[in-house]
């Protein structure tokens, strides 16, 4: 049995189980609402997506991504151009463990959800510029829901570099005094 993505209350009522998507036989997830932000947890990324309804969902692919390509889709990153898709979200997921994460509703107001899908289906089929660090899914997914284009994992890599970054440089100018202090000795 694969471990389930959210923790169970223990028991489901009967209307919740009618709104479920069936993952695998044994778990159920609640279905997502549309206008629902989707975090699909690639190996070494965040997937992201919008939920329109019926199962489906609208994302931001390069063309070399593929449902459940993990790692290999790591390097489809590397392109400029991107399609926008409609797919059901059991395909874009594939083997990949997903939530809802509307991380931003405490701080930005989400757009009525008629115009959040309106949007979404309106970019369905288009190619559009696709840049890692400015035009990624997790932009794509922020902007058609709150109006602000952004990605956390875009500001949490830099960060991590930042700090490895100003580690090292303590790291050598720590060797570069104690190699001083060694040779004032001698």
Known sequence: MRAPICQSRGSWTESELHGCIWRDL???EPEPKP?????IFRPFYRHWAIYVGDGY??????PSEVAGAGAASVMSALTDKAIVKKELLYDVAGSDKYQVNNKHDDKY???PCSKIIQRAEELVGQEV???LTSENCEHFVNELRYGVARSDQVRDVIIAASVAGMGLAAM???GVMFSRNKRQKQ
């Open 26 to 28: 044994d778990w159920r």
């Open 35 to 39: 206008g629902d932000l989707i975090e």
């Open 57 to 62: 969902v609208v994302h931001l692919a390069p």
């Open 109 to 111: 107001s989400p757009l």
């Open 129 to 131: 510029l696709y840049k």
């Open 172 to 174: 050598s100018l720590i």
